[in-house]
């Protein structure tokens, strides 16, 4: 397997998921900090913070899913070609 996974990532399959995933998780935690003033939990222990957050998760996709419904945001149709930088 150590021979192995070296081989999936360097691959261009797994170069485009590394490109791809990078950019999407980014994208949303700094959505998150600047655009919704989200910086700091409420609390600290670690089963409210999970709490806190899935909550502000699921507000975050029912607003994502009004936009959509409301033709405000067009469906993610993914990439159609592998592409390598």
């Known amino acids: 397997m ?6 999936n990532i360097q691959s261009e399959k797994g170069i485009v998921k590394r490109q791809t995933h990078s950019i999407q998780t980014e994208g949303h935690f700094g959505d998150i900090k ?9 609390y600290r222990k670690t089963d409210k ?29 993914g990439k159609t070609e592998l592409k390598t930088a």
């Open 34 to 42: 600047e655009n919704e003033k989200f910086r700091r939990f409420n």
């Open 49 to 77: 913070v999970y709490k806190e957050f899935m909550l502000y998760a699921i507000g975050r996709n029912i607003n994502k899913y009004h936009r959509f419904l409301h033709n405000e945001l067009q469906k993610f149709e």
């Open 2 to 7: 150590k021979e192995k996974s070296p081989a």
